[in-house]
């Protein structure tokens, strides 16, 4: 079935650095891929999404390009901010299952000043 | 409401209890889905409604746990005689239609601890 490969965590950054989430995924058909991020004691919110193959998604600094041949949606930010300290979770979502999300274990990310 | 609003917040109770939990999706959504996050097994899907309609229960771990939809609207999810192994966060998504393009919208979900 379907699945989302996420590089383990936890990540810590210094403020400022560069950021790289790996994601890959396996899928039949053509979903779509999001990130989501969770901050302390809140909720998901969608980051940033991208629905074919070579889409570029990108909100809040954050970019993240749908590659089809390398399977991949990996997550970056040029200049990380101690606010972006958060778990990011990287989905897919296909037609044939209803649309469910299916998701990656989930990165921490801790960005130190 | 703005958003997808779940209640209660948090709830503590004695195994073998019962538990409802409510969730109230962004007015005009017609899907609406379940997920548990849990520290062991990440966040895994429960159950989908098109509608008043679960076309996919696949999710649900037990008999012990059922939900349904009202008025196109609310969804409540019942876990009957609870044990240790519920204790998970559980949140509620919907989105517009249920396909492939549409993102999801998350509440705050509902954090459930069984004594």
């Known amino acids: 079935g379907d699945s989302v490969t996420q590089m383990e965590g936890p990540v810590t950054l210094s403020e400022e650095a560069f950021l790289t989430i790996n994601c890959t995924y396996t899928?039949?058909?053509?979903?779509?891929l999001f990130w989501y991020v969770q901050y302390p004691g809140e909720g998901l919110q969608l980051l940033l999404k991208?629905?074919?193959?070579?889409d570029k998604g990108s909100n809040k600094g954050f970019e993240a390009t749908y590659r089809k041949e390398t399977t991949s949606f990996h997550l970056e930010k040029g200049s990380v901010q101690v606010s972006d300290s958060a778990v990011y979770f990287c989905a897919l979502r296909g037609n044939n299952q209803g649309g469910k999300l299916i998701f990656g274990q989930g990165t921490e990310l801790s960005v130190k000043p | 409401g703005a958003g997808v609003s779940q209640s209660p917040s948090n709830k503590v109770t004695e195994k073998g209890k019962d538990v409802e939990l409510r969730c109230d999706p962004i007015?005009?959504?017609?899907?609406l889905y379940w997920y548990r996050q849990s520290l062991g097994q990440g966040l895994e899907f429960l159950i989908y409604f098109q509608g008043n309609s679960a076309p996919d229960k696949s999710g649900l771990p037990s008999d012990r746990f059922s939900a349904e939809r009202t008025g196109g609207s609310v969804s409540t999810l019942t876990i009957q005689r609870t044990q240790q192994e519920d204790s998970a966060v559980y949140l509620c998504?919907?989105?517009?239609?249920?396909?492939?393009?549409?993102?999801?919208?998350f509440g705050d979900g509902t954090r459930l601890s069984i004594l």
């Open positions: 007015s005009g959504h017609t899907a």
């Open positions: 998504a919907s989105s517009l239609v249920q396909d492939r393009v549409q993102p999801q919208h």
């Open positions: 991208a629905t074919k193959a070579d």
């Open positions: 899928a039949t058909g053509y979903p779509s």
